[in-house]
């Protein structure tokens, strides 16, 4: 038995041993992939192959990603407008290939500034091509940089313009016997409209017409500016018109009306590319293609460690630490703290893209922006696409403030939602009942209502965090809490009406910004900077080493399914923000009537609204 004892000790330590070496190899192996160098780059057209959104901070992956999922892709603002720039003076890049059959979207604002790359690349004398199936507002805005689009024969030009429908909800929550209890203050404060209504108010529908129309102005004017001879009133006001005068051909219509430059499928699209770029490429590629992920991987510095301190406020602003793609309060501000502490840096841009969030959260990254200021550190803030309540709380710490007219902005008020559920208990047969110590013990009771001590307690908090508001804007726009007033009450403002009001100092985008600080910081043609923001960890790099961020490869990509995804990337967003409203802190700075800077992301959630009342009832 000693010897059969011995040899299994002995089999034992040998299968250890070799999983202990396999663990050692797999995890080596990980880190040289990790840590690889980008493959050489050789010379061709960058491939701009768009099969996502353009977002200022994409989420952070999840192991859903590698095992497969149906989230898009999100490509980084900033990455894409630093390879163009690259490019444009990079002999190995002789053109550059906008596909966009799969991309989704992004802000007015992030496509305008990726709009501008796309020109200085044009105005370096290389050429940029653009290609689609079904060209919606936010794709064609992007593609009218090009010096050539092109149009697939069955696609279409479908542009349509700002505007559409929202839910709402109250007739639902009535059957359900849900009670939402809203506690507001601002006459524009719509957010909370579709818990109390089943439409729109005339002082919301004022309001939304007014920031559409702009918005309208402000998207047609740049594509004139862009392709002067396109007939882009015809398309938005009779599209149908014009489709008929070409006999029914969406494609030859969208030419007629000089909004597009060649008709063709991929094959001749991929013969131009490969015209322009040398050739075809290796292993049956049609073309020599510079690979975008490996261009930004060789071209793009990462960290960079100027004196020039960048912070990104993107997405929903929140308690707490959170990673990319949502403004987590705790970890903005502990990253604004470290940089002015320890890192040397002499001046902070803040880009602000989020429509609000947490009250809490946004005072938590103004006391650190504040606390930079009490150090003699400048602060500009470079709003995006949207910036509007929290969005706008979190901007007020600026010396200077840029937006473009394209932003949305103000959202200037402060509300408050307790769903509550007497009514569903009643249509279920269930009784609540208790006993008080005190008038406010066991509220807000969410089983009966609040009591109206818990109301006027709640109410009395928005309030009083509505009158902060204004006085910190107050303050840092040099007025009164009076005058603030008349021009917030939750309306929310284009980024060319902001600048009249004086809640925006000057048009610009975030080269302005970082030239405003160095100035301010009198840092003299310094103009480096350094991301604050934290680091992926390995398990980051992990997913994203594992992600294939081109499995999604089923998606329809003809010109009408390019058009519905729209209605459907809109509902998905309205339930998600619905959900986070009533799951979320009490009293909050947000801006739910704002445009969406991107298609809904974060969390893989079951968004339908059985999910959401379950949600809400247990």
Not at 74 to 94: F, G, I, M, Q
Not at 244 to 263: E, F, H, N, P, T
């Amino acid at each position: 038995m000693k010897f059969v004892r011995a040899i299994w000790k002995l089999l034992v330590g040998i299968k250890d041993a070799l999983v202990l070496l396999l663990l050692i190899l797999f995890f080596g192996g990980l880190y040289g992939v990790l840590s690889a160098k980008p493959a050489a780059v050789r010379e061709g057209v960058l491939d701009l192959n768009l099969n996502g959104s353009v977002v200022e901070q994409p989420s952070r992956r999840e192991w859903a990603d590698v095992a497969g999922s149906s989230r898009s892709q999100e490509y980084r603002l900033r990455d894409l407008v630093a390879a163009l720039d690259k490019a444009k003076d990079d002999s190995r890049v002789k053109a550059v290939a906008i596909d966009l059959d799969g991309f989704t979207g992004g802000g007015a604002t992030a496509i305008g500034d990726l709009a501008d790359a796309v020109r200085r690349v044009r105005s370096a004398g290389k050429p940029v091509v653009a290609y689609g199936v079904g060209y919606t507002d936010d794709s064609y805005a992007l593609a009218s940089a090009a010096s050539e689009i092109w149009l697939n024969p069955l696609g279409g030009v479908l542009i349509a313009g700002p505007g559409g429908s929202n839910l709402y909800f109250k007739g639902l929550l009535d059957k359900l016997g849900v009670t939402a209890n809203v506690y507001r203050v601002g006459t524009y404060k719509s957010a909370v409209e579709p818990f109390i209504r089943n439409d729109m108010s005339p002082e919301a529908r004022q309001n939304y017409t007014a920031l559409d129309q702009a918005r309208l102005e402000t998207w047609k004017q740049e594509i004139k500016q862009a392709r002067p001879k396109a007939n882009v009133d015809l398309f938005l006001t009779n599209m149908n018109g014009a489709v008929a005068a070409a006999g029914g051909d969406m494609a030859k219509a969208a030419l007629q009306a000089g909004l597009i430059d060649r008709i063709g499928d991929r094959r001749a699209f991929e013969s131009r590319l490969a015209a322009l770029g040398g050739g075809a490429g290796e292993r049956g590629s049609a073309f020599k293609r510079v690979n975008l992920a490996s261009y930004v991987a060789d071209v793009v510095d990462r960290k960079p460690t100027g004196p020039i301190g960048i912070v990104t406020v993107a997405g929903m602003i929140v308690d707490g630490k959170a990673s990319g793609g949502t403004a987590g309060g705790d970890t903005i501000a502990l990253q604004i703290e470290d940089g002015i502490r320890n890192k040397g840096v002499k001046a902070l841009v803040v880009r602000v893209d989020s429509p609000g969030g947490s009250v809490l959260a946004s005072e938590r990254i103004r006391q650190a922006l504040l606390e930079a200021k009490a150090r003699k550190i400048p602060v500009v803030v470079s709003m995006g696409s949207v910036a509007a309540s929290g969005g706008y709380w979190v901007s007020t710490p600026a010396n200077f403030i840029y937006a473009e007219p394209s932003t949305i902005t103000g959202s200037i008020g402060v509300f408050g939602v307790l769903p509550s559920f007497q009514g569903t208990l009643q249509k279920l047969g269930l009784g609540a009942d208790g006993v008080k110590t005190t008038p406010l013990s066991g509220e807000p009771d969410l089983l009966k209502g609040p009591s109206p001590e818990a109301s006027r307690l709640i109410q009395t908090g928005v309030e009083s965090m509505y009158g902060r508001f204004l006085g910190i804007v107050a303050a840092s726009r040099h007025k009164t809490p009076q005058q603030i007033d008349q021009i917030a009450q939750g309306r929310v403002w284009d980024g060319g009406t902001a600048r009249q009001l004086g809640l925006v100092d000057g048009f610009g985008g975030m080269s302005d910004a970082i030239a405003k600080a160095a100035q301010l910081a009198n840092l003299g043609d310094e103009r480096r900077v350094r991301y604050l923001e934290p680091q992926p960890s390995f398990r980051d790099q992990l997913i994203e080493a594992l992600a294939d961020s081109e499995k999604d490869s089923t998606v329809p990509t003809d010109a009408f399914s390019m058009m519905a995804r729209q209605p459907q990337q809109q509902l998905a967003s309205v339930l998600a923000e619905v959900r986070s409203i009533m799951s979320g802190p009490s009293i909050q700075a947000r801006c739910l009537e704002c445009p969406a800077v991107a298609p809904a992301r974060g969390e893989q959630r079951d968004l339908s609204l059985l999910a959401m009342l379950k949600g809400w009832l247990f």
